[in-house]
Structures are given as structure tokens and as C-alpha cells.
DNA sequence: GTCAACATTCCTGTATGCAAGAAAGGCAGA
DNA sequence: TCTGCCTTTCTTGCATACAGGAATGTTGAC
């Protein structure tokens, strides 16, 4: 399995909080442009202002707060524009992340793909949304994890992380699971063939946000919106 | 030009001492896992340990340097195999960005594309090779901006920023900085022709380090380290 | 002479105090 | 009644104080 790579050890309390913040913004407790009070959260964390503010410097690098001078710091969702760039760059990164794993993939890591397959077949057969959400998470990991970069790794798992409730999002697109599903099956034959083009285009395609993608995106957008 | 994409509006002073520390720590000021004083650099740039904490945290979060809790951060600087890592990445980037840019890109951009070119020529002739340093960052920065995708402009500007030095290290090999001017003409040619796929593959293998770059980059390595 | 335990010192992480700037509200004038 | 200015209050940003843990040096025993 990868090395770690965490050259981020941080502060212990700074760290939790800053995780706890990212969650709860991610899922949509504060609303959009609202002011998070360093006040009010130190409080609420049971702390003072200092790591709340060190938990802030994380946030806003990346990305999910906005950081202006004087004023305080507000949660920032991208708009329709930002997130499909986003989009574009993530299916960038599968694709490089599917090129390399497809030349250095362990066959111990092909039987997990395969599992976490399974898995999503099974949740599929049952409609279980979020079954199938976590076991295409791991699929998408353990491909990071076998491109066998430290550093891609870390970085596409930060963008991963970002586009989280997106990516659940499209899940609800009706028959997106399925073809999800049989997209996956294809990518792990690719990386068992160590097609190393052909899993990046897999994955490129599988990621990418076009078609119908496109539109469901943007309706689920004004939909969460309200 | 490009919509300035900051959603990093930073605290003033933090901002710039993380600038300051960004720089002296790419130019080389500090020794490979030398720990930096809090105390020290707060008295040098004549502020409390605070602002100064909170740089770390930014320089933390951009691999530079390394936070160990009750311990103090230390500079760190990446490997043969994470550099490796970090242009292979780069070189996907700077393909996206190219892939995009050569459908989007103005005809004042690739006016000031060439321009950047002519200014290489002259460089490489008179064997200047800071002014074509200048002039190939310059020739990289539009591409990004040309890609009309804020969000990959600011992640490839961050990976660009980090890279810098080493950049610099290829350019001392012998004859790359004639081959790199070859490479920007094909690359200019295929912006001006919209071949995506063509400029996308140039400038992947522009930027990627395979065989002589390799070796090159692995031979500086070592002579910096003494 | 070497090693181990202890004490001291230093440094980080957190809390809190303080000053300056921004926003909000009130008051006066048109 | 609306608008513009002033004052008040709130909040951020920075400085500093304080506590706990890590590292280092010293002393004593073997």
C-alpha cells in the first residue's frame, strides 16, 4: 500500500477542527456566502479563537471559505462554471492516475476493484444509494492509491474530496448507477489487460462532466439552490 | 485577460510573510530539513509569532514545509521520486491546459505568444539564459490563461510556482534551451492551427522528464545537495 | 568511561487582551 | 420621508501571556 505521504502533521486540535468545519460546510450546514463566526464556532468547538482561525487558513487554501480582509470569512460554493472546470481537471487527474495504475497495478488491488464491483452490483440490484456511493469511493481510491504516486495521490484525493457532494449528486441521475456500474467494468478489464490508454480513457470519460451529465448537474444545482 | 480567481483574499501581513518564507525557501535560504524559529523570523520581519504561524500554515498545506506537532516545522524539500511525481502531473496540466487554450485561445494571445518566442530567440543567441527563463514563464502563463479555465490556471500556477527552481535547473543542460525553443514553436504552431490533441501532446512531453531531462535533473539534484 | 535518570530550559500550542477598521444604527437636515 | 453623516458597537488581526511537552545538559551510579 502507498506510503503515507503526509508531510501535513498538523496541530492536533486545528486539524479535528478544521475537518469537523469541512464536513459540515460539505454537507451543507452553513448556507451559501454565510459568515462563519470565529466567536460563535470557538465556542461551540470549546476552544478559543486561535485554532479556529488556523482551521480557517486550511479551509480557505482549499478552497471552501473566502478569506477577506477585515470582513471575516464566508462559505464559498462554487458556481456552474467553476465546478465543471473542476470537473475537467479531475477527469484529468483519473486518467493519469488509471494510465499509471494499468502499468503497476498489484493483482492484490485488482481483487479489490473486483469487490468493491461486486459490491456496487449488489447495491444496484438493491437501489442502496449510498452502498453503492462508499464502494465507488474505494474503487476510485484504490486506483489513486496503484498509480503508485505519492503525490497524484494527495492531489487527487483533495479534489475528490471537494467534489464529494457533486459526484453524490449525479448518482441520482436515473440510470446513472447502472451505467456507472458497467463503466467500472470495463476500467477494471482495461487495468487487467494493463491497457494503460485505454483506462485512462475510460476513466477520463468516466469522470468528465458532458452530455447528460452536463444538464443534470446544472438542475441539481438550482434544485439545491432553493 | 483571465477573471482573477483569489478566493484566497488573505490576511495582509500573513500573505506577504508567506510570500517572503515561499521565496527564501526556494531560493535555498534555509538547509534541507532545517527547523524554522518561529521566534526568529517573527523578530526578522518585525511582527508577533502569530502572523508568522499562520504563513506556516498556508506553506504547510503547499508541501514546503512540514508541521510536527511539538516539534516545529522544518523545511522540506521533495525527492528524486516525488519531483518525478510532481512533473508528471505537471505535464498532464500544462496538456489540459494546452488542449483547451488551442480552441479558445485569442489571436492577441498568440500574438503574445510569439512575442514571448522572439524574446527566447534572442535570449538563446546571446546565451542569456535568465531572460529566457523570463520569457518561457511568461510563454507557460498564457497557455494557462488561454485554457479560460480559472480553476485549472490556479492549480497549475501553484504546481508552476513550485516547481520553479528546478525548472530552472533543466534549463542549464546543454542544448535544452535550443530544444525547448523548437518545442514552443511546434507548440505555438499547433495553437494557431486548433490541433487540441496536438498541442495537448506537445506540451505534455514538453514539460515531462524523460531520458536526458532525467538524468539531468537527478545529476542537479545531487550537485545542490552538496 | 558509559549509561541512565532527573532537572532545567526552551519551544510550541492555546488563551486572552488590545487596537483599528467595518458595519449598523441613529440623528439631523433637506 | 429620504438621504447623508456621525457615532457606537462589533469583529477581525495582531500581540502577548501562560501551560504543557520535548530536548538537552548534568549528575550520579555502575
Known amino acids: 500500500m502507498g506510503r503515507p505521504y503526509r508531510h501535513v502533521m498538523k496541530s492536533q486540535r486545528a486539524n479535528t477542527i478544521a475537518e469537523a468545519l469541512e464536513d459540515m460546510i460539505l454537507s451543507g450546514d452553513f448556507a451559501e456566502g454565510e459568515r462563519l463566526d470565529e466567536i ?95 464502494e465507488n469511493e474505494r474503487f476510485h481510491h484504490v486506483i489513486y492509491e496503484q498509480s503508485g504516486s505519492a503525490f497524484l495521490q494527495q492531489e487527487v484525493g483533495r479534489l475528490h474530496r471537494r467534489l464529494k457532494p457533486y459526484r453524490r449528486m449525479q448518482l441520482r441521475l436515473r440510470g446513472r448507477m447502472s451505467q456507472s456500474m458497467a463503466e467500472h467494468e470495463d476500467i477494471v478489464a482495461a487495468l487487467t489487460a494493463g491497457d494503460a490508454g485505454r483506462a485512462a480513457d475510460l476513466l477520463r470519460g468516466h469522470v468528465a462532466i458532458q452530455g447528460e451529465k452536463f444538464h443534470h448537474l446544472m438542475a441539481s444545482l438550482r434544485a439545491a439552490a432553493e
Open 40 to 134: 460563535r464556532l470557538a465556542e461551540r468547538f470549546s476552544v478559543s479563537r486561535t485554532p479556529v482561525r488556523e482551521a480557517f487558513q486550511r479551509l480557505a487554501q482549499s478552497g471552501l471559505i473566502e478569506q477577506i480582509p477585515r470582513r471575516g470569512v464566508f462559505v464559498r460554493r462554487p458556481g456552474p462554471v467553476e465546478l465543471v472546470e473542476m470537473f475537467e481537471v479531475m477527469a484529468e487527474f483519473e486518467a493519469l492516475a488509471g494510465r499509471l495504475a494499468a502499468l503497476r497495478i498489484s493483482d492484490a488491488a485488482l481483487a479489490v476493484l473486483e469487490a468493491a464491483n461486486d459490491n456496487c452490483r449488489a447495491a444496484l440490484s438493491e437501489g442502496n444509494a449510498d452502498l453503492y456511493y462508499v
